[in-house]
T-cell receptor, first 118, second 113 residues
Framework: GAVVSQHPSRVICKSGTSVKIECRSL??????MFWYRQFPKQSLMLMATSNEGSKATYEQGVEKDKFLINHASLTLSTLTVTSAHPEDSSFYIC??????????????FGSGTQLSVL | GENVEQHPSTLSVQEGDSAVIKCTYS??????FPWYKQELGKRPQLIID?????GEKKDQRIAVTLNKTAKHFSLHITETQPEDSAVYFC????????????FGKGTHLIIQP
């Protein structure tokens, strides 16, 4: 399957600081990437859809000014958690779809970033 | 929007027995149903998926069935092994692919030795 790389894998930061998470598609071009959030023992919740060269589409309830998404190239999307607070502590996972597979398009996930805000 | 219900939340089976996880969906337009396996702290891994033009798909010990009329789909794992222990998520999408995937709440599968 396609490879999606995500960095960093773990971040510990102080309240009020900003954290940037990178998501890269290594062996395919991803015009669209997705950012999910997962709390312990819970499911994956879609935060936003990141479109290359255009603004991200945010799900209801997700603050676009707090979770900044940039998708500047076909292989890289970044999520910046601005002015992080303890309630932002969570597991953030990016994903990309293999759109080049056409009707057999599938979704592949990055390795996730565990964010802990002190 | 789509709503995906997944049951059970926890499933414990003896090694070698079969495990079945069931999901229902609400949007009749949904046409893509992947299953993901997630080990603690790791990324979800796609293990099998099915599209609405087929009723069943099998890959070695894993199979998925789809009943479009009843709007439910199931994951079947036969001859379970300790390494099958993980959380399994079902998902549904009306876009035919990755767009708009809605995930179930997950099933923690425990394989008892």
């Amino acid at each position: 399957g396609a490879v999606v790389s995500q960095h960093p894998s773990r971040v510990i930061c102080k309240s009020g600081t900003s954290v940037k998470i990178e998501c890269r598609s290594l062996d395919f071009q991803a015009t669209t990437m997705f950012w999910y959030r997962q709390f312990p023992k819970q499911s994956l919740m879609l935060m936003a859809t990141s479109n290359e060269g255009s603004k991200a589409t945010y799900e209801q309830g997700v603050e676009k000014d707090k979770f900044l998404i940039n998708h500047a190239s076909l292989t890289l999307s970044t999520l910046t958690v601005t002015s992080a607070h303890p309630e932002d502590s969570s597991f953030y996972i990016c994903s990309a779809s293999s759109r080049q597979d056409g009707p057999n398009e599938k979704l592949f996930f990055g390795s996730g970033t565990q964010l802990s805000v002190l | 929007g789509e709503n995906v219900e997944q049951h059970p939340s926890t499933l414990s089976v003896q090694e070698g027995d079969s495990a079945v996880i069931k999901c229902t969906y609400s949007d009749s337009a949904s046409n893509y149903f992947p299953w993901y396996k997630q080990e603690l702290g790791k990324r979800p891994q796609l293990i099998i998926d099915i599209r609405s033009n087929v009723g069943e798909k099998k890959d070695q010990r894993i199979a998925v069935t789809l009943n479009k009329t009843a709007k439910h789909f199931s994951l079947h794992i036969t001859e379970t092994q300790p390494e099958d222990s993980a959380v399994y998520f079902c998902a549904a999408s009306s876009g035919g692919g990755a767009d708009g995937l809605t995930f179930g709440k997950g099933t923690h599968l425990i394989i008892q030795p």
